[in-house]
């Protein structure tokens, strides 16, 4: 922990937008490693996921929030909350936005929502991989058009263009500060939770459209195996809302299922550097998304919950 502060610079950014602009690939370029999912669907993080990145005269902590959009269940107002929560709570507010799209509703939505914010936002256009630089220009005024934002950067989060000049920008606006994470830690969220978010990614992206954000994963143990020292046991279950969903999810004869912990166990396997053996049940839990008990019980918490 960094005793003195010498000029050294920290703060919180919050990294927000509408579902499917590439926040979780951001988050997981900056830090380096995958701590946040990431899916073609909409509103695949569903907690906020925090991800430390550390320097020689910076700590930056990023928060990866939920897609915002206007809620339908409970769950939807867990997410929206989740997100507006942060805004409170950080020094620079990261406004993520596709460059490969026009401005739509949902893009005014969020801007709406950032109105009054006492701190610095940015326009990060992600994507610029996908697009035309001359589209640029245009696309940036249309934004700030529609409101004052302190910086307008374009950026490819998965091919990592111009992110380090996104970092810099970002290092300049922090105050001087402590350092709150040792530096070779990337992320605040236990070892539990990362695993039930790589399962879930691979659930999602396996099912496709035929299982839409109806799946929640509870890990039951994280343990040595009693026989071999060396491998870590992983018992999880994958709770869905119908029984035709539960059906799904298994496949064929099991296929499916044994898909989804064989690409999950690569990761989990990666995340903890050790063997894994994984171990997945399919439960289902009618209406979970909106009935409150459940939503507390798969780690969904919130005061008002």
Request: aromatic share 6%; glycine share 6%; net charge neutral.
């Amino acid at each position: 922990m960094q005793q003195e502060n010498n000029g050294f610079k920290s703060g919180f950014i919050s990294i927000i937008g509408r579902p499917n602009v590439g926040k979780s690939t951001f988050l997981n370029r900056v830090v380096g490693q995958k701590i946040a999912i990431m899916s073609d669907k909409p509103q695949t993080t569903r907690n906020k996921v925090q991800g430390v990145v550390t320097t020689n005269d910076t700590q930056m902590v990023f928060i990866d929030t939920p897609g915002i959009n206007e809620p339908r269940h409970k769950l939807g107002d867990f997410m929206l909350k989740v997100a507006k929560n942060t805004f409170r709570e950080v020094d620079v507010l990261l406004f993520v936005a596709s460059a490969d799209e026009r401005i739509g509703k949902q893009d005014r939505f969020v801007l709406e929502m950032l109105k009054g914010i006492d701190v610095p936002v940015f326009l990060v256009l992600n994507k610029i991989d996908q697009v035309h630089p001359d589209n640029l220009p245009k696309l940036i005024e249309s934004y700030r058009s529609e409101f004052d934002f302190a910086e307008a950067i374009p950026i490819s989060a998965l091919q990592g263009n111009n992110v380090e000049n996104l970092l810099a920008k970002i290092s300049e606006r922090l105050p001087e500060g402590p350092q709150y994470y040792p530096a070779d830690q990337v992320t605040d969220h236990p070892e539990r939770f990362i695993i039930s978010e790589l399962i879930r990614e691979k659930a999602l992206h396996l099912t496709r459209e035929e299982i839409p954000h109806s799946i929640a994963v509870v890990i039951e143990k994280i343990a040595p195996d009693e026989e071999n020292p060396d491998m870590v046991r992983v018992q999880a279950i994958i709770m869905v809302e119908r029984d035709s969903q539960k059906g799904i999810v298994i496949g064929k004869k099991g296929a499916l299922l044994k898909e989804i912990g064989s690409r999950a166990r690569q990761d989990i396997q990666n995340l903890l550097g050790s063997k894994v053996y994984l171990e997945l049940w399919v439960k289902v839990q009618k209406d979970w998304r909106n009935k409150a008990l459940h939503l507390r019980d798969f780690g969904f918490r919130d005061d008002e919950y």
